[in-house]
């Protein structure tokens, strides 16, 4: 049964009961030192296991504020090439919805206070059992999900279990969501609210600063929760626009790209492929620290 | 999503108000699409209450595609299956024309009322999905009537197998686009039709070619089909004066076959068949396109639905001969009554299907094209079993210009 967009929801009933979250806990520190959030995006297994691992691992040391880890799909519709062939490279590397849980679960031997989301689409999630993936991956230590192909209407397959799980689910906003579905995406979401910046699909365009700056405020009318801004931030300077308007910024294609390049005509990683990636969410992250 | 499946007072009254049949069908699709597709149901509920729409949409099908395509009685292919049945046995085979149709197969049908619907909600634009072709031709032809311009989407890989028809497109005037990302075929076609549609909501209509997608494409594109199955109650009444006892349809996406098959669907004397494309046997992993009987439910452009996946929930690539079926999925009402048993879901493979194709055309004079051969593989098999007063009903849904390179090529001709 898809949800019912009439049914009122108190926003406090969808934040995850149980274990505190390491995600709101980030966003009221990050309150506290009054700046906004720098959120680097990695694909599971691109290029392979060792150096993703390398990378989720350098990103805190680096000004990672929280994490977001993309789990490739054959046919990710919203994604744009650069994701897209991330996506090809992990899923040739091995990558499984299992392979990124296992991911988190070593990350989690040396960071517990980092907030890790997982982003995909919703065949691997169901293809692993719904109820069997949020329990996974909730005890793996992942503390949100965004599940691309997953609108509120359709949530019912996922949402009680993640919430029983103790999972945020981070909900995408768009500027074609209009203020009629305003409320309905909102009061499904918990964690942060993820704000799709342009009409389109990952990685190939931006958004003007003053289009950003216009479109937070209409959101923030109808939520408490912290909202990021991701789709065609790609610059320190976009970063930190966007860090200073909403509550944070998501940087994804910007980084897969810096690593496709030190590639090699196999795909193989350079020694120093993760220290690339990982000097650019430094450069990312002062940028972002220094806008308030 | 796991409500027990219940046997519903009617077939035909899907779907509910979330896009569902059952458990299948749906809207999932990423927020940024959300707006669009409900804006697409809330004009086409619109159009579909109005006669002037209606209207249209009949004047062009009388008039420029050429309907009521003709019902044919295939006197040989009847006459060739009792001479091998049992005696008192062997179907009478009859064939829906729809290959006669401007652009040679049913996709115009739903391509038409599609546009039409595309310039009542004021769209500049048309971009379209294809992977044999011809949806993508039919697209451009109803756009180079209405002067609007067209996008079409096209794996690399068919491009390269189906070049007469990317060459049609071109002529009537629309833009082709080589999708590289992914496997290159119909899929990766589709998907790159959502990202455009995604980066270009203001001014663009996505014209599906199939009863699969987001709600309320699956439901839209198979009433507008459904002028196949009408015509075909009303050509069987004046044939013989009952209704048919068995239909049969090939299967891809399942367009053809759900136009066929949706007007009886409440019909209890009335058989059906959906033949996937078997490829070179359902029994292997990749060598087929058979979702329905070889797949299993998951989530894929926008619906809930039998896919060819992996354990992982990796997406299949399907094989099959005909590039019009080897697409992954299936329309999600298929899904819905495959699992009621409404409908009877079989595959053909290859092989059975070019024999067929080669049949057709020695003894009806009619070369078919590779996805309706499919059908016909599973009416030679099917009619020498069944009583001589058996009426059955094969959607020629296609004609096999596009397919004569491929089966030469398999038939060891050359140019």
Known sequence: MPADPAAPQARSANRPAGRPSRIAARFAALRAEGRGALIPFLEAYDPDLATSMEILRGMPAAGADLIEIGVPFTDPMADGPIIQAAGQRGLKAGATL????AMVRAFREGDDATPVILMGYLNPILSYGAERFAADAAAAGVDGIIVVDMPPEE???????????????????????????????????????????????????????????????????????????????????????????SDGAVVASALIDTLAKSLDAEGRPAPDSARRVLDQVRALAQAVRAAR | MNTPLTRPNTYRS??????????????????????????????????????????????????????????WFAERVTGHLRAQA?????????????????????????????????????KKRIIAETGAGQHGVATATA????????????????????????????????????????????????????????????????????????????????????????EVRAQMMEAEGRLPDVLVA??????????????????AGVRMFGVEAGGHGIETVTGHAASLTGGRPGVLHGNRTYLLQDENGQILEGHSISAGLDYPGVGPEHAWLHELGRVEYVNATDEEALSAFQLCARLEGIIPALEPAHALAHVLKLAPTLPAETLIVMNMCGRGDKDIFTVAKLLGEKF
């Open chain 2, 143 to 230: 756009c180079a009537l209405f002067d609007l311009p067209c996008t079409v989407f096209m794996g690399a890989v068919d491009v390269a197998r189906q070049q007469p028809n990317v060459f049609r497109m071109k002529l009537l005037g629309a833009e082709v686009v080589a999708v590289e990302s992914g496997a290159a075929t119909l899929k990766d076609a589709m998907n790159e039709a959502l990202r455009h549609w995604v980066a270009h909501v203001e001014d663009t209509y996505y014209c599906i070619g199939t009863v699969a997608g987001p709600h309320p494409y699956p439901a839209m594109v198979r009433d507008f089909q459904s002028v196949i199955g009408e």
């Open chain 2, 86 to 122: 049992a005696p008192g046995l062997g179907a009478k085979v009859y064939f829906k024309r729809d290959e006669l149709n401007h652009t040679g197969a049913h996709k115009i049908n739903a391509v038409l009322g599609q546009i039409l619907l595309a310039k009542r909600m004021g």
């Open chain 1, 155 to 245: 949530a019912e397959v996922l949402a009680p279990h993640a919430k029983e799980a103790g999972l945020d689910i981070i909900r995408l906003v768009a500027p074609t969501t209009d203020a009629a579905r305003l409320p309905l995406v909102l009061n499904a979401s918990s964690g942060f609210v993820y704000y799709v910046a342009i009409t389109g699909i990952t990685g190939t365009k931006s958004a003007a600063p003053e289009e950003l700056a216009a479109a937070i405020p209409r959101i923030r009318a109808h939520t408490d929760l912290p909202i990021c801004i991701g789709f065609g931030v790609r610059t320190p300077e976009q970063a930190a626009h966007a860090a200073r308007v």
């Open chain 2, 14 to 71: 899907g779907p509910d108000a979330a896009g569902k049949f059952g458990g299948f069908g749906g809207r999932y699709v990423a927020e940024t699409l959300m707006p669009l597709i409900l804006e697409v149901e809330k004009a086409y509920a619109a159009a579909k209450k109005d006669p002037a729409f209606d209207a249209e949409w009949r004047r062009l099908l009388t008039h420029y595609v050429g309907r009521p395509s003709p019902l």
């Open chain 2, 250 to 267: 090939a299967i891809g996406g399942g367009s053809n076959a759900m136009g066929l098959f949706h007007p009886f669907l409440d019909d």
């Open chain 1, 98 to 101: 299992a392979g990124a849980l």
